[in-house]
């Protein structure tokens, strides 16, 4: 389950290295540009707000290998766009149909004893998050050699290959909470309504995962923008540097098994908020980044495995819908950063970047020291 989250999770950020050649052979830059990163997230979003509940009412695989199928699909016609507008309508097809790590994440939480649930949940994301900082690495090392359509044309088949494999290797789960579809998206308001667990740690991570993004949507525009000019395999490259911070979300996973407190919050968003400062003045070193990265991928690894660790205790009959609230508004977060990412950079560069992914922790902080005022 951790490699297959990783693996599909990769497909929402194969575009984030390869910017610069989509603008070069699309004659696009800037804003506009930014909308490949801002509409992918965007539709994994609406994905997961119209298809991840589904996880509750019928059966888990069938669900997991037909997505698979269809995120294929949707990756050849991101791999044939022929202008930016075609590559940003294929880019939210993508977007909608990556939605299997959240179909993933929710099963292994199901299927895990109520004591050991952090720690696998903190597995599984940890293979995701892997995969999404090594999604990078590939892209860059792809399109350098082989252009970045190349990229798109073999996630497609990774993908109908996985499909298969996830066929013969999950167990058959029977649906938790059978409910007509109207139904079914009904209860996500009285979900929200219900719960002011799950509406604070899913505010704190949309402004984490928003400050993560802006980060990640603007990396391969700065390198380049550097003397040395860099390309998109040294962005892809801090991926792999990622991948320190990734490691440990199953401790992090641990530690919220027996501390359910917001304690780790508290110090996940201040190391993140830490990699901003870092980087703003060590930006012009490829050493400084790569300290920043490691900062950036433990603080915001930290934060989501702490925050679904709690979500995914308060209904154990409804961790698909707790899931699709949660996720949705994370990933709304990620699409505003990548949007404010790309906006901060074209007006201020590197230090309006920095100041941006640094103002969404500050307000993390901020919402976390209120919340906790008012419960004492």
């Known amino acids: 389950m951790a490699a297959a989250s990783g693996?599909?999770?990769?497909?929402?950020?194969?575009?984030?290295?390869?910017?610069?050649?989509?603008?070069?052979?699309?004659?696009?830059s800037g804003g506009m540009l930014g909308l490949v990163p801002t509409l992918t997230q965007v539709g994994y979003a609406a994905g997961m707000l119209l298809i991840v509940p589904l996880g509750d009412s019928l059966e888990r695989r069938r669900v997991i290998v037909t997505m698979s199928?269809?995120?294929?699909?949707?990756?050849?016609?991101?791999?044939l766009a022929p202008t930016l507008p075609w590559l940003?309508?294929?880019?939210?097809?993508?977007?909608?149909?990556?939605?299997?790590?959240q179909l993933l994440v929710p099963f292994a939480a199901h299927l895990a004893p109520a004591a050991q649930r952090g720690r696998v949940v903190g597995?599984?994301?940890?293979?995701?998050?892997i995969g999404i900082l090594l999604s990078r690495t590939a892209a860059g090392f792809v399109g350098t050699h082989l252009g970045w359509r190349a990229m798109f044309w073999l996630a497609a088949g990774f993908m109908l290959l996985l499909a298969v494999v996830l066929r013969f290797t999950l167990p058959s789960q029977?649906?938790?909470?059978?409910?007509?579809?109207p139904e079914l998206m009904r209860s996500l308001v009285h979900l929200a309504r219900t719960e002011p667990v799950l509406r604070?740690?899913?505010?704190?991570?949309?402004?984490?995962?928003?400050?993560?993004?802006?980060?990640?949507?603007?990396?391969?525009?700065?390198?380049?923008?550097?003397?040395?000019?860099?390309?998109?395999?040294?962005?892809?490259?801090?991926?792999?540097?990622?991948?320190?911070?990734?490691?440990?979300?199953?401790?992090v996973g641990r530690y919220a098994d027996s501390h359910g407190g917001r304690r780790i919050n508290m110090f996940a968003i201040g190391v993140l908020l830490l990699s901003f400062v870092v980087m703003w003045p060590l930006g012009r070193w490829l050493w400084g980044i790569a300290l920043g990265v490691v900062l950036l991928d433990l603080g915001a690894q930290g934060n989501h495995i702490s925050n679904q660790t709690r979500?995914?205790?308060?209904?154990?009959?409804?961790?698909?819908?707790?899931?699709?609230?949660?996720?949705?508004?994370?990933?709304?977060?990620?699409?505003?950063?990548?949007?404010l990412g790309t906006t901060a950079w074209t007006h201020a560069g590197w230090t309006g970047v920095c100041?941006?992914?640094?103002?969404?922790c500050v307000i993390g902080l901020a919402i976390l020291a209120l919340s906790h005022r008012r419960e004492a």
């Open 123 to 129: 597995t599984v994301m940890s293979g995701l998050l």
């Open 355 to 360: 100041a941006a992914g640094a103002a969404l």
């Open 7 to 28: 693996a599909t999770a990769a497909n929402l950020y194969y575009n984030q290295p390869l910017l610069g050649d989509i603008g070069r052979d699309l004659g696009a």
């Open 69 to 79: 199928a269809l995120v294929s699909l949707a990756l050849v016609g991101a791999a």
């Open 88 to 101: 940003v309508i294929a880019s939210f097809l993508v977007g909608a149909t990556t939605v299997v790590p």
């Open 200 to 251: 604070i740690h899913a505010v704190l991570g949309a402004l984490t995962f928003g400050a993560f993004s802006v980060f990640w949507s603007t990396l391969a525009l700065y390198l380049e923008s550097l003397p040395q000019h860099y390309g998109p395999q040294v962005a892809g490259l801090f991926g792999v540097v990622g991948v320190v911070g990734a490691l440990i979300a199953p401790i």
């Open 311 to 339: 979500v995914y205790a308060l209904r154990p009959e409804a961790r698909s819908r707790l899931n699709t609230l949660y996720m949705v508004t994370y990933f709304a977060g990620g699409a505003a950063g990548s949007w």
């Open 174 to 181: 029977p649906p938790v909470a059978a409910m007509p579809y």
